[in-house]
T-cell receptor, first 114, second 115 residues
Framework: AQSVTQLGSHVSVSEGALVLLRCNYS??????LFWYVQYPNQGLQLLLK??????LVKGINGFEAEFKKSETSFHLTKPSAHMSDAAEYFC????????????FGAGTRLAVHP | DAGVIQSPRHEVTEMGQEVTLRCKLI?????LFWYRQTMMRGLELLIY????????DSGMPEDRFSAKMPNASFSTLKIQPSEPRDSAVYFC?????????????FGDGTRLSIL
């Protein structure tokens, strides 16, 4: 069965600093991996996805993530944090070959301070 | 293009009452998902429809919960009778097909409070 672990339920960075949100997955078959962002009182918005091909995936708002099979990781990064990046971020996995049922991590709340 | 539309955005009602949550899919999408989000349990998939047919309802908590798709663009989630432990934010999401690489698009949710 697939599962996702997000290390750190809360991350705090200074504006302009590197953002690193960690995600490790468990899957016995090649996974499809997603990052979603949730702003207060809103639904989840897709940031980026990895299905096949290039392992470094670029998304919206300057975020990117790298699929590392050997480490079973899909960490999310952004070189320079902006105040507007403050939100909750969810990593999710789909079992390739099945329907697109998302298995979510517990989420990481990102705070950005001046 | 309009995204997934949910109504109402907020609902406060007394326990024992029937609650109906509504969701309009994105035009052209044929897969529909209902989720529940709580602090304790995070995001839980309740039910998944494809082409108006329920495919996976293993996440529906109990018989008090029911979901329907009366047509290809609309879905309802009903709770009857409601209980305080049903208080949560309920999201629906749609996708273009149920293939594994199709991303889900979420509505803004219904915040439900059962008193």
């Amino acid at each position: 069965a697939q599962s996702v672990t997000q290390l750190g339920s809360h991350v705090s960075v200074s504006e302009g600093a590197l953002v690193l949100l960690r995600c490790n997955y468990s899957s016995s078959v090649p996974p499809y991996l997603f990052w979603y962002v949730q702003y207060p009182n809103q639904g989840l918005q897709l940031l980026l996805k990895y299905t096949t091909g290039a392992t470094l995936v670029k998304g919206i708002n300057g975020f990117e993530a790298e699929f590392k099979k050997s480490e079973t990781s899909f960490h999310l990064t952004k070189p320079s944090a902006h105040m507007s990046d403050a939100a909750e971020y969810f990593c999710a996995v789909i079992h390739s070959g099945g329907y697109n049922k998302l298995i979510f991590g517990a989420g990481t709340r990102l705070a950005v301070h001046p | 293009d309009a995204g997934v539309i949910q109504s109402p955005r907020h609902e406060v009602t007394e326990m024992g009452q029937e609650v109906t949550l509504r969701c309009k899919l994105i035009s052209g999408h044929n897969s529909l998902f209902w989720y529940r989000q709580t602090m304790m349990r995070g995001l839980e998939l309740l039910i998944y429809f494809n082409n108006n047919v329920p495919i996976d309802d293993s996440g529906m908590p109990e018989d008090r919960f029911s979901a329907k798709m009366p047509n290809a663009s609309f879905s309802t989630l009903k709770i009857q009778p409601s209980e305080p432990r049903d208080s949560a934010v309920y999201f629906c999401a749609s996708s273009q097909g149920g293939d594994s690489n199709q991303p889900q698009h979420f509505g803004d949710g219904t915040r439900l409070s059962i008193l």
